[in-house]
Nanobody
Framework: QVQLVESGGGLVQAGGSLRLSCVAS????????MGWFRQAPGKEREFVAA???????YYQSSVKGRFTISRDNDKNTVYLQMNSLIPEDTAVYYC????????????????WGQGTQVTVSS
């Protein structure tokens, strides 16, 4: 059974940094695109960043230059380094994995973690 477990969220002041981690178990995901999404109160879940099997990276425009996604395939883990945080980054952050290896950008994410809360105070 596939399981994704996020950690690293918390409360931080604007301008601060956090590093999120997502550990996957039950399957090796080295050939899968892994990503981070977030959902703020009253809003829909939105894409934040993704990294594919060849370590190509993709970012939402609002986080580009502030957030960095990376992966450690030996640990079946994906990270999100978040710098220069602003209050608008406040949300529950979810780790996701596409349902098939070598998936295109439109491949659905089928595996999800439970989420970790990030709160940025002004």
């Amino acid at each position: 059974q596939v399981q994704l477990v996020e950690s690293g969220g918390g409360l931080v002041q604007a301008g601060g940094s956090l590093r999120l981690s997502c550990v996957a178990s039950g399957r090796t995901f080295s050939m899968y695109t892994m990503g981070w999404f977030r959902q703020a109160p009253g809003k829909e879940r939105e894409f934040v960043a993704a990294i594919n099997w060849s370590r190509g990276t993709y970012y939402q425009s609002s986080v580009k230059g502030r957030f960095t996604i990376s992966r450690d395939n030996d640990k079946n883990t994906v990270y999100l380094q978040m710098n220069s945080l602003i209050p608008e980054d406040t949300a529950v952050y979810y780790c996701g994995v596409q349902g098939r290896p070598y998936g295109s950008g439109s491949e659905p994410y089928e595996y999800w973690g439970q989420g970790t809360q990030v709160t940025v105070s002004s």
